[in-house]
């Protein structure tokens, strides 16, 4: 909160690779080369790291490490590399990853549901996984018909996954039963990025267009904002689901009411 650097970790981070928080914020993850990290917060100490199998390194479709999430119960860590996702189990660092071929393209995502029951994938050819995190089972994919604008967001539960598209759409999609849950239009500009509140009741999209929109998780609309001169990057909420905080092309963060718009 005070606005002051904390920990600096070097450079050379690849430009795929994405940095993420836990959870609890007191870790985040990334991948450097070779290797992925869990590195403390506050001190920047390492964790844990874990590295790519030689047998990986050596093929000339190795490239960049695209994410890396840890599991809520901090015993899994998951990672995308090329078309392959790589679970590590933390307990027993020495084993080897277990290896699914995820994809026919490159990993470009990946994140687990708030229980860690479930861990969705998404790959270039426009396609969405989710994956049973006790038995590695596939339990749905779904096909978009545009690329995704920006990656997908879980439910607290895992059973619903959000997808915005190019098609100034938001998709909801229910991993179990691999269906279409429901399909949600928005604005007549590109969907920037959606996010469920913690309980997985609402769902917040925001388009390049400046707009902003509330739905509950059945596509009930709750409440709008219009358009406005600055487009908007990025949505999230609060722990406990009360306000909204979105992020403008600006600068600017504004928050309001989840429930009102205020």
Do not use: M
Not at 12 to 22: I, K, R, Y
Not at 41 to 56: E, F, K, Q
Not at 187 to 198: G, I, L, N, Q
Request: hydrophobic residues 40%; contains cysteine; aromatic residues 8%.
């Amino acid at each position: 909160t005070s606005g002051i650097t904390l920990a600096a970790f070097g450079s050379g981070l690849p430009p795929q690779t994405q940095a993420h928080f836990t959870i609890d914020g007191r870790a985040f993850t990334g991948g450097v080369n070779d290797k992925a990290y869990l590195w403390a917060t506050d001190t920047g100490r390492i964790i844990s790291s874990v590295s790519i199998p030689a047998s990986l390194r050596s093929t000339p479709s190795f490239g960049a490490i695209a994410a890396v999430k840890l599991s809520p119960n901090r015993r899994t860590l998951a990672v995308g590399v090329h078309n392959l996702l790589l679970v590590y189990d933390l307990d027993r660092s020495i084993s080897p990853p277990r290896q699914i071929a995820a994809h026919r393209g490159f990993i470009s995502g990946l994140g687990f549901s708030k229980d860690g029951a479930v861990l969705w994938t998404s790959g270039s050819e426009r396609n969405i996984k989710a994956w049973n995190t006790t038995s590695w089972e596939q339990l749905s994919s779904f096909e978009t018909s545009t690329p995704t604008r920006a990656l997908p967001n879980i439910s607290r539960d895992g059973s619903l996954v959000a997808v915005c598209d190019q098609a100034d759409t938001v998709r909801v999609i229910e991993t179990r039963p691999r269906k279409w849950f429901n399909r949600i239009g928005t604005a007549t500009k590109s969907v920037h990025s959606v996010r469920f509140d913690p309980p997985g009741d609402k769902l917040a999209a925001v388009s390049s267009d400046g707009s902003v929109r509330v739905w509950r998780a059945d596509g009930t609309s709750i409440w709008t904002w219009g358009s406005s001169e600055f487009g908007v990057e990025a949505v999230t909420f609060s722990p406990d689901g009360l306000r909204l905080f979105v992020a403008r092309q600006d600068g600017q963060i504004i928050t309001a009411d989840a429930l009102t718009g205020a």
